[in-house]
């Protein structure tokens, strides 16, 4: 079973992301049964079918995706995923931070696509609390030595999802 | 100048066994070079031509002597007994081995100093004023405002992944001294009729494949508001910034496709769900800040110094110093003394670990203890008594530090070029040299006057050509280095982009072409207006004319 860091624990998880094959019709392609995390253009189309099924489903954006247009519905989904394609696109951090700030999104946030150990403590901090690397990509111990990376910073500079304030504003840093 | 404290040590030494641990993983094959390649662009460390290049953080060019000499040990210990001083104010190594650069971090965060950001796509380093503080034309000194934006941009999580680079410069002064138009963001500082501090905005300036000059999008925006402002511009980038294509993806070009106002709206909207957010900044905040940049324990000094005078009116050489390398300063009997980096056979900005120390030395001495680097590659003493002026000339002339160029044409700014970078395609470091050695005569220099040559060796155009007076940008046709000039570009209040005279030219001509252009000006200079000057009332034909169709250049035309 597939593992991911929930939280600062590695954790064994049911949740599939579905893809939409190439050329596949977002209103027609066969969803996988079972906990599934669907790309948003299928949600788009199908979100009251997806919402009748017994399973809890999720809905993962691109990094092309406006987080805007899921605003209405992050009461209803089980979990909200967001795909980094590149770790080196940044796009997701910021659709992370108007997830968690803008539209109050407090339910689970899951970085998903090449999400790797060195980006750990951004993507925290920017407010998914769930990483879920590909498969195979990382051993388990591999795994559980890379939880030490979200604690890399004790106590970042800036404001963030983690951190409501900034360093400036939970302590009082003594003059020169 | 800006001290840290636990909370600020604790940072950089987190980041100090970050960097490590990647390191290791790296050299152990856990992390493959793909995946290592952002990390340690975030940590100053490129993959050069002869070996990795290492580029160190001057934040705002401030520099304690503490902090020059460990520059120098590092200069004698990691490298090759020298480093050079960018146009970023940023220090570079050419040749440390890439299994040490953890250990130097960490000799860096003993006297707080770094790599940080230097590289990657993410905000860079921060520009300032070189003569913030002392300048009598400020308005507002930017260097806590400088610094507060440093400690926001420092290890940001949401914005390191950005579609390019992210440059961020102030001014606060009349004189804009570090060229605000050209920046992603260039922030304008001023004061409003009720005193109170705000700035002025304008983005999506840069030099580079594209160079265009920042637009403004705020006129005055109050100080609280300095990183809620820029974290909403930040965003509207970081979302829809192009990532599709390397040479589309600064801020510039998103600015341009969707024009100046779209922009705004986009930012504003942002802006409006973060405005007086927990980012707004405090006035207690801003205080412990500035308190760091207050004026040094000045003496109540006259403004003139007989001794100086005599000094000056005995010896020509230290005469000619103090008219070009001294400057004003806002304190009475106080001066600013810039020493050059631009000896003619030296590479434009390199400094030798000997020099690093004298001009610690020079710090401690006479200028309470500080140094500045300036974007024009020069070292900056701010606060010289007159009185002492002599004396450190006499230091910095035997450390080779005290040529009598500043501003003339032998003050060239060059990027390292062919020689050392794996980016450039033609070399500029024998450029610079070629023409300093064709205008090595100090009387002739003088008579030329101010003038500014810079030398880039590709598009990136580290060495700032756009700007140049006279801008030379190094091509490559068919494997072979080409020389493309420009004239008329100018940096400043009135800073303006160069136009291409026309073709190209072999590096063994350059020195050629400047003669002409230079002789082009003293023909048609109108009293003492300077080259720049002519050129913009004259237009670039009579230089064209005087270039080309002149028999003794041999034409060679590329691609023929």
């Known amino acids: 079973m597939p593992k991911v860091i929930h939280k600062g624990q590695v954790v064994a998880d049911n949740w599939q992301v579905f893809r939409l094959p190439e050329g596949a019709d977002a209103a027609t392609a066969a969803i996988p049964t079972g906990q599934v995390i669907v790309p948003f253009p299928v949600w788009q189309v199908r979100r009251e079918e997806l919402l009748a099924s017994a399973d809890a489903v999720g809905v993962w954006l691109a990094g092309s995706d406006d987080p805007a247009a899921l605003a209405d519905d992050l009461h209803a989904l089980a979990l909200v995923a967001v795909d980094f394609p590149k770790f080196t696109d940044g796009r997701g951090y910021s659709i992370a931070v108007a997830l968690r700030t803008r539209f109050g999104y407090t339910g689970p946030l899951r970085a998903i696509g090449q999400v790797l150990r060195d980006q750990f403590n951004y993507l925290s901090r920017s407010g998914f609390d769930t990483l879920a690397p590909a498969e195979g990509r990382y051993t388990d111990a591999q795994l559980e030595a890379a939880v030490a990376s979200l604690a890399d910073f004790t106590d970042p500079y800036q404001a963030s999802v983690i951190h409501p304030q900034p360093l400036f504003r939970r302590h009082s840093r003594a003059a020169a | ?560």
């Not at chain 2, 707004?280 to 000094?301: G, K, N, S």
Request: hydrophobic share 40%; with cysteine; net charge negative.
């Open chain 2, 1 to 560: 100048m800006y001290r840290y404290d636990n909370y600020d040590q604790r940072l950089l030494d987190e980041r100090v066994a970050q960097f490590r641990n990647q390191m290791d993983r790296h050299l152990a094959g856990e992390l493959s070079e793909d995946e290592f390649r952002p990390l340690r662009l975030q940590n100053g460390l490129y993959i050069q031509r002869h070996a990795p290049m290492y580029r160190i953080s001057v934040p705002y060019g401030h520099l304690a002597s503490r902090q020059l000499r460990k520059l120098a040990y590092l200069a004698r210990t990691y490298d090759r007994g020298y480093a050079h001083f960018t146009t970023r104010t940023n220090v570079q190594f050419n040749w440390p081995k890439l299994e040490d650069v953890p250990d130097m971090l960490a000799e860096l965060a003993s006297v707080q100093m770094h790599s940080n950001q230097t590289s990657g796509n993410d905000i860079r380093n921060i520009t300032a004023d070189p003569y913030a503080g002392v300048a009598g034309d400020e308005i507002v000194d930017t260097r806590p405002w400088a610094e507060i934006l440093r400690q926001w941009a420092t290890y940001n999580p949401e914005f390191a992944y950005l579609p390019r680079k992210f440059k961020i410069a102030l001014n606060g002064a009349l004189e804009d001294r570090v060229v605000v138009q050209v920046y992603d963001i260039g922030l304008d500082f001023t004061k409003n009729e009720a005193g109170e501090i705000g700035f002025r905005v304008l983005v999506g300036g840069g030099l580079g494949r594209t160079p265009i000059l920042g637009v403004e999008i705020a006129s005055f925006i109050p100080w609280q508001h300095l990183i809620t402002y820029c974290e909403s511009i930040l965003r509207v980038y970081n979302r829809h910034g192009r990532r599709d294509n390397i040479w589309k993806a600064r801020i510039k070009i998103l600015v341009k496709a969707l024009g100046a106002d779209e922009f705004r709206r986009q930012v504003e909207e942002e802006w409006a769900l973060v405005k007086d957010g927990p980012n707004t900044l405090t006035a207690e905040e801003v205080e412990r800040i500035a308190t760091h940049f207050d004026d040094p324990d000045y003496a109540d000094l006259p403004e003139r110094d007989a001794t100086f005078e005599a000094q000056r009116d005995s010896s020509k050489p230290f005469a000619a110093w103090v008219r070009r390398n001294v400057r004003e300063h806002k304190r009475p009997g106080y001066a600013s003394v810039v020493l050059s980096l631009k000896r003619t056979g030296v590479p434009p900005g390199d400094i030798t670990a000997d020099q690093m120390d004298t001009v610690a030395d020079l710090a401690d001495r006479y200028s309470f203890g500080e140094a500045r680097m300036t974007h024009e590659q020069n070292v900056v003493l701010a606060d010289v008594r007159k009185s002492d002026l002599y004396a450190v000339w006499q230091i910095a002339r035997e450390a080779k530090l005290a040529t009598p160029n500043i501003g003339l044409l032998t003050d060239i700014i060059a990027c390292p070029g062919g020689d050392f970078c794996s980016l450039a395609n033609a070399r500029s470091i024998p450029i610079a040299e070629g023409i300093q050695r064709r205008f090595d005569d100090l009387d002739y220099l003088y008579d030329i006057g101010e003038i500014e040559i810079n030398i880039s060796g590709c598009m990136n155009a580290c060495g700032h050509h756009h700007v140049g007076h006279i801008g030379v940008l190094g091509v490559d046709k068919n494997g072979e280095e080409w020389y493309q000039v420009t004239i008329g570009g100018m940096q400043g209040n009135e800073t303006a982009l160069g136009k291409v005279i026309g073709r190209a030219f072999a590096a063994a001509e350059m020195p050629d072409v400047v003669s002409e252009l230079i002789a082009t000006y003293l023909d048609n200079r109108f009293a003492d207006e300077r080259f720049i000057d002519t050129v913009q009332r004259i237009g670039l034909e009579p230089f064209k004319a005087r270039v080309y169709g002149d028999q003794h250049i041999e034409r060679k035309v590329a691609n023929a």
